[in-house]
């Protein structure tokens, strides 16, 4: 099974909100789960957030671009401010 989560919220004109401290899960056989875990992905995404892989077995997380079902544990994390 695998676990997608945000950290804070931030607000978009275009997409209304959206919230951190969320969490979707899906089982990688379970076509439903796995479309709607990715369309809440691509939402983030495109709104400018960050998505990692968490290596549980390597403790370690890798920036990616793109949703895979097969990962167990993504994180997204909402853009930086600043200037």
Known sequence: MGVLRTI???RT??????KGNVSVS???DEADEVEAAERTFNR????????FAIEASEGR???????NP??????????MGGG
Do not use: K, N, S
């Open 8 to 10: 804070r919220e931030m």
């Open 13 to 18: 004109m275009d997409e209304g909100e959206l």
């Open 26 to 28: 899906w089982h990688p």
């Open 44 to 51: 983030y995404l495109e709104a400018g957030w960050m998505a």
């Open 61 to 67: 997380r890798v920036q990616i671009f793109a949703f």
């Open 70 to 79: 097969e990962l167990e544990t993504i994180v997204l994390l909402p853009p």
